[in-house]
């Protein structure tokens, strides 16, 4: 890969829309976050369409996990010590940190949900248009068929018509003089016979 291509602005752009960057940005301006989330889903195929919103979620989980160990142990009087999680629990910190988790979480539930939505939604286009467009292939094809059909029958017709208005060179078989006869049928002039004329295969 040149140069070039790695500093392209499309990469530059996934660069800062990559997920641990995004993660930051929605701690510090949520807002800003948010766009750049919703700017994922021009910037990536269907294949990362969930990413972002399940990474989301976990990371607000795992925010939250220590708060929700705390009441879980308070709540339940649990004989539980977990290493660090008082300390954890008493950063001036942590506050930030839960806010975040419980922001995150929400926000992932919620872009998870309109994901779904929206993709199934698009899916279910398409495949109506894919339907619509098959069945107007269809009818164009039958219709197409009729119009063949209808042009067939007329040339059988003209060519009927033709072999009938054309003169044809018959060879007697009574007499052996050969006649000039117009359509299929005629009479010879010599010895007034019946003749036919048969199409050559
Ligand atoms: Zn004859």
């Not at 700017?39 to 294949?47: C, G, K, M, N």
């Not at 969930?50 to 220590?66: D, K, T």
């Not at 899916?123 to 467009?133: G, P």
């Not at 269809?138 to 009927?160: C, F, G, H, Y």
């Amino acid at each position: 890969m040149r140069l070039r291509n790695i500093f392209s602005i499309k990469n530059l752009i996934k660069l800062i829309c990559s997920l641990p960057v995004v993660l930051v940005v929605l701690y510090f301006v949520p807002v800003l976050g948010i766009i750049m989330v919703i700017a994922r889903y021009f910037l990536y195929s269907e294949r990362h369409f969930y990413r972002m919103p399940i990474a989301m979620i976990i990371v607000g989980l795992v925010a939250l996990l220590p708060r929700g160990l705390e009441l879980a142990i308070t709540n339940f009087n649990l004989n539980l010590s977990i290493p660090y999680l008082d300390t954890i629990l008493a950063h001036n910190l942590y506050p930030h940190f839960m806010d975040y988790g419980k922001f995150i979480l929400i926000a992932g539930i919620i872009i998870l949900i309109v994901s779904y939505l929206l993709k199934s939604f698009i899916s279910k286009l398409s495949n109506n248009i894919r339907t619509m467009v098959s069945q107007y292939t269809s009818t164009k094809q039958a219709e197409d068929m009729e119009i063949r059909k209808e042009n067939d029958l007329k040339m059988r017709e003209k060519e009927i018509t033709s072999a009938q208005q054309t003169p044809h060179a018959v060879k007697c078989p009574h007499c052996g003089k050969t006649n000039s006869i117009i359509g299929t049928v005629g009479k010879c002039k010599s010895c007034r016979s019946a003749i036919e004329w048969h199409a050559k295969k």
